[in-house]
């Protein structure tokens, strides 16, 4: 029985949030600096603690780096007031849900075993949100109970995305390290899906399986062309969602077509 590692992109992968995040850093900035927030950084596929940084920069603001854990706090503890928005203006993208349970039904050796995949899932989230924004928008959207957020990992961990793989990996390996072979989940034992570029050289960066979906503001082409392993125009077909997946544990060659293992 080997251990795989999934990691799920949020924003445009799983969820739309409806616009709260953007937001939740005009409060904060308001909050901190008493002025409005003229420009937002870009934030697709980047980190809260990069966006941040910039965001400041682009305020003019003096020793913007002095600000980047202030900022983080005053996200941190405005996130709980924005559930319910996000629960108004937000959704989980088709087949979200479903792919997730699928996923979640394969944690346990027996199910993976009864499949006959010989593959037991860890299934966490690699985002650019600080942790307490993730798991609001996650329990807005009713999908905070289908993964193990702690094995995870956020924003707040790192400004680089490319940093985050491993992160998710210690804390993984931390908790389920010696249970099964692969338990490290090096190299090909981790996956990471999501709509962006960023994503997919994140993934590619640790060694990782790099698998693109196709629900954001990039094309398909562009996640292949980024060198994803196996693209998904969406997650609403479960059964190629985990194909795409799953065939981690074999070898993959990048720019494969939409599943291809």
Do not use: C
């Amino acid at each position: 029985m080997s251990d795989l590692l999934v990691l799920w992109d949020l924003d445009g992968t799983l969820l739309n949030a409806g616009g709260v995040g953007a937001e939740l850093y005009t409060m904060v900035f308001d909050q901190l600096f008493g002025r409005s927030l003229d420009a937002l950084a870009p934030m697709a596929g980047r980190t809260d603690r990069a966006i941040i940084l910039e965001t400041l920069e682009l305020a003019g603001i003096a020793e913007p780096r002095r600000y980047v854990d202030p900022f983080i706090a005053g996200l941190t503890a405005r996130a709980p007031s924005v559930r319910e928005a996000i629960a108004l203006q937000g959704r989980a993208l088709p087949g979200a849900t479903a792919a997730l349970a699928a996923l979640a039904a394969l944690s346990s050796g027996r199910d993976g075993a009864a499949s006959g995949l010989g593959v037991r899932v860890r299934q966490s989230v690699l985002t650019g949100n600080i942790r307490s924004v993730a798991e609001v928008k996650l329990a807005a959207l009713g999908l905070r109970n289908l993964l193990e957020l702690s094995i995870g990992a956020y924003g707040d961990d790192h400004e680089a995305r490319t940093e985050l793989v491993g992160v998710a990996r210690r804390r993984a390996a931390a908790r389920y390290g010696g249970s099964a072979p692969g338990a490290d989940f090096g190299g090909l034992s981790t996956v990471v899906a999501g709509d962006t570029p960023l994503d997919i050289s994140a993934a590619l960066a640790a060694g990782a399986r790099a698998v693109g979906v196709a629900t954001g503001p990039f094309t398909a082409a562009d996640l292949r062309a980024a060198g994803a392993h196996a693209v998904l125009p969406d997650l609403t077909d479960t059964g190629l969602v985990l194909s795409a997946l799953l065939s981690a544990l074999r070898s993959a060659s990048p720019g494969g077509a939409p599943g291809d293992p």
